[in-house]
């Protein structure tokens, strides 16, 4: 959790607490308690403006991504007179501003030994990965689609293969217990497969165009297995930097604090000599 508390020092309010013998209190110094007050609310707006990439903090960069449970995880809360906590306990927050190492791994060490492998008739132990494809829209441009199907094989091809489908055995049911690596009983459905297509590059070679709620989506299937070649199934995500923008929220207000927080506490103790 990234916090990001306002208080100030144990000297300050002992000092304080030998000018007012009845106590320390929000109530004794309006002045002072709305400055802190305040201030932890300018904080949050900062705080939720700089991840909306409408203000800067000095020093450090944006946030390569934000969203919105993001902002809407920076929140306030009061713990007593004088104190508060400008706080938020969003994970993803936490990871961009500690950063995150490089990941790099051969999926064929890990994958075909998951809940969901099987084993061939040989004893390999192997996964099939479904890669879902995008359909073209009106302007032929990329969806948010990783893989999408250009317009010309679409019209062409793709959309008229006849289509798949879960499908009930001979004994009518849709799906049958099959075990995977560790022995277990997995569930699995049944299909009626249609055609695949021969495909216009490797990555869309196979592809199938399954029965989906009354449309249609296109997929293809690739199989990890033990025995894959080496290096054809890698994984590498680059690490991201982190981004320390606490600090710099800190440093905005920390001496602005200190400077408004005397000039308060001296309007307060003025307007009761």
Known sequence: MQLFEINFSQDDI???A??????????????????????AYKIKNTWINYLLKEESLPGVEFLEKTNKNMIESVKIIKNRDFNYTVYSDSVEMEKATKGTDPVYYDMKKTHPYG????VSKKGVPYLIIPFRWGTPNGKDTKRRWNSYIPMAEYNTSVKKLEK????????????HIEKNYKGEDIERSNYSWGDRLTGWNDRSAGMVRMKDSGKSTYWTFRIISANSKQGTWLYWKDGQKGVNFISALREVYAKKYKENFVT???NDLSKLE
């Open 14 to 16: 002992d000092k304080l």
């Open 18 to 39: 030998e000018e007012f013998p009845t106590g320390f209190t929000e109530a004794a110094l309006p002045g002072l308690a709305q400055h802190v007050k305040g201030t």
């Open 115 to 118: 809940k969901k492998s099987r």
């Open 164 to 175: 798949s489908m879960r499908a009930p055995d001979g004994n009518g049911n849709y799906t």
């Open 264 to 266: 308060a506490m001296e």
